[in-house]
């Protein structure tokens, strides 16, 4: 059970636009800034948005994020076959003193 | 280029120890603080460990607690993880990932290594 809930799947037809949920707490969410991480098949994850909605060079604009309250969304607009991968959140837990992350969320591109 | 390296995986039998080992170059290792995080076959990611840049923070995750130590050598830009008691459950890739900041709580993963695998099995 993790402390950050995520839909464990997601689907769209390529050029549509898909959310992803991540859900938390007072603890974490509610007061600390919200990453996200991409993992394609057989690979290490990658950072995809930090800081709730910043994107790291190199990042396509059609991936975004956002935050409110104890909840935050990554969307992912104008959807491509390269997109299907896992979708992870993480945040810093202050109750737990540690770092937290979703169960994440499989994405795939119909 | 960043650059992680981890080595140290295997097969190892339950009870026993491991000592996981995560090669940085690239850049100024002594500047930012390091995790392991890790990933049981077809799981999702589970966080372990942090340390601070200068080794003087760290926290672990409560299910590993007691068993693993994380430490690192800034003189030889090395972060190890050892893994005692090792259970069926700590199989797994584990990563080593920079954090983009010196401090343990404020930043995020910005580089990933490849992982390495343990398999904990009699």
């Known amino acids: 059970q993790s402390v950050l809930t995520q839909p464990p799947s997601a689907s769209g037809a390529p050029g549509q636009r898909v959310t992803i949920s991540c859900s938390g707490s007072?603890?974490?969410?509610?007061?600390?800034?919200v990453n996200w991480y991409q993992q394609l098949p057989g690979t290490a994850p990658k950072l995809l948005l930090y800081?709730?909605?910043q994107r790291p060079s190199g990042v396509p604009d059609r991936f975004s994020g956002s935050k409110s309250g104890t909840s935050a969304s990554l969307a992912v607009s104008g959807l491509q076959s390269e997109d299907e991968a896992d979708y992870y959140c993480?945040?810093?837990?202050?109750?737990?003193?540690?770092?937290?992350f979703g169960g994440g969320t499989r994405l795939t591109v119909l | 280029q960043v650059q992680l390296v981890e080595s140290g995986g295997g097969v190892v039998q339950p009870g026993r120890s491991l000592r996981l080992s995560c090669a940085a170059s690239?850049?100024?290792?002594?500047?930012?603080?390091m995790h392991w995080v890790r990933q049981a076959p077809g799981k999702g990611l589970e966080w372990v460990a942090v340390?601070?840049?200068?080794?003087?923070?760290?926290y672990y995750a409560d299910s590993v607690k007691g068993r693993v130590t994380v430490s690192r050598d800034n003189s030889k830009n090395t972060l190890d993880l050892e893994v005692s008691s090792l259970r069926d459950e700590d199989t797994g890739v584990y990563y080593c990932?920079?954090?983009?900041?010196?401090?343990?709580?404020?930043?995020?993963?910005?580089?990933w290594g490849q992982g390495t695998q343990v398999i904990v099995s009699s």
């Open positions: 990932a920079r954090d983009s900041d010196y401090h343990v709580t404020a930043g995020y993963k910005d580089y």
């Open positions: 340390m601070s840049y200068d080794g003087s923070t760290k």
């Open positions: 993480a945040t810093w837990d202050d109750s737990l003193s540690a770092w937290v």
């Open positions: 007072s603890s974490n969410i509610g007061r600390k800034t």
């Open positions: 690239g850049f100024t290792f002594n500047s930012f603080a």
């Open positions: 800081s709730d909605n």
